[in-house]
């Protein structure tokens, strides 16, 4: 341990003190990407419809007020932050987000965009991924006038990153509306074709930037959403179409990432199978405490699936009896069963290996 030390510390010396004595002391900073899933609150700080910042999102949050989190409570992100001992990371656009706190990591996302720059178009003032890694770069430099480029470099290495992409692209692109432009252009196999060849230039990005944990989630279940029940689901079932999306594009995705692994020649991307962790409580609530994984906590309709979740919509008494929090978004409780497989799942769930694995093996480099 000691000659381990002390190895780091002269190899440290060698390429910039400052950099490295930082990188030592610092905890592993987390950024996020990608959409409503994970965004904490930069749409609150943007001229757009696709914001979480009424009564009652927020209501179970500690502060018990809107913050711009797609839930009642916690999301992902800051469920893997305490999970992990970490500070929660500040949205990219919050004015708080200066000094120190930017070595703790950054959070990018945005709701409502996808993969593809089109997707999303109706929310307007939307960070898309092209826009997100830009302001990455960006952030990169604010870090760097703190810390020295090397200090930065060594902040971003280490750092662990969450991206979580591409229900919108169905949804809000090739679904939106019946002859979408996409539909008409991309038969479904096609689009989900040319969804993964888009999404693997971003994550490319992604590592010439600096990333070298990236953790990747796939959809979900989409048709399992209230929303989609629904509109689309035949007696309150799953939306078949989107299911096939869904069904379509996960396994493209690990395969996409195995090869952009093998290119690289590391286990840098790590795939979550958010259908599979979804599905479990989704096909089985009572297992996991729910009393119903169809009817949001709230909205309005059937299954509390349509429309916006607003101060006058319905709302269950008790948050932890319900899978799903508005028409698309889980609740606090579900985040809680999804970071609990991202942690500790089998590789069927994380492939190549759980975030637990991840810490313990990259807390010895
Ligand atoms: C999306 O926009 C970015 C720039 O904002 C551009 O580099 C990229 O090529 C665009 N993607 C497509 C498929 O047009
Ligand atoms: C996941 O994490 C647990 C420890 O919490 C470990 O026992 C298990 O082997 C890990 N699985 C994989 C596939 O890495």
């Known amino acids: 341990m000691a000659m381990a030390t002390s190895l780091v510390i002269s190899f440290c010396v060698m390429i910039s003190l400052l950099g490295c004595v930082y990188a ?61 001992g970490l500070e929660p990371t500040l949205p990219i656009l919050s004015p708080l ?17 996808g993969i593809l720059n089109d997707t999303g178009f109706q929310f307007l003032h939307i960070i898309r991924i092209y826009k ?22 060594n902040l971003v290495n280490r750092g662990l990153v969450l991206i979580t992409l591409g229900g919108n692209d169905f949804v809000n692109n090739y679904y939106l509306v019946p002859y979408s432009a996409r539909s008409r252009q991309f038969s479904l196999p096609d689009y989900v074709r040319y969804l993964i060849s888009e999404y693997r230039k971003v994550l490319r990005k992604l590592y010439d930037l600096g ?22 689901g035949i007696n309150g079932e799953c939306g078949i179409e989107l299911q096939r999306a869904a069904a379509l594009y996960n396994p493209q995705l690990v395969e996409m990432l195995r090869g952009l692994n093998q290119e690289i020649g590391s286990d840098i991307f790590i795939s979550a199978d958010a259908y599979r962790m979804h599905m479990d409580y989704i096909s089985n609530p009572q297992a996991y405490g729910f009393v119903t994984s169809r009817v949001a906590c709230c909205g309005q309709g059937p299954y509390n699936g349509i429309g916006l979740c607003t101060p006058i919509s319905n709302l269950c ?32 769930y994380m492939y190549p290996m759980n975030l637990s694995t991840i810490m313990a093996v990259d807390s010895r480099i």
């Open 211 to 232: 990333a070298r944990r990236v953790l990747v989630t796939g959809t979900g279940p989409l048709g399992c959403a209230p929303a989609e029940r629904a509109q689309r």
């Open 97 to 113: 987000l200066v000094g120190e706190k930017l070595l703790v990591g950054a959070n990018f996302a945005s709701a409502g965009i």
């Open 317 to 348: 008494p008790n948050r932890e009896l319900n899978a799903f929090w508005d028409a698309f978004h889980p609740t606090e409780k579900a985040n809680k069963i999804i970071v609990q497989q991202i942690l500790r799942g089998s590789a069927e």
């Open 132 to 153: 997100q890694l830009e302001l990455f770069q960006l952030y990169q430099k604010r870090v760097s006038a703190h810390i020295g480029s090397e200090g930065a470099r």
């Open 24 to 84: 030592q002391q610092q905890p592993r900073a987390f950024f996020v990407f990608g959409d409503s899933l994970v965004d904490s609150g930069n749409n609150d700080f943007l001229a757009t419809t696709a914001r979480a910042d009424n009564y009652p999102y927020g209501i179970d949050y500690p502060s018990h007020r809107p913050t711009g989190r797609f839930s009642n409570g916690y999301n992902i992100p800051d469920l893997i932050s305490l999970e992990l």
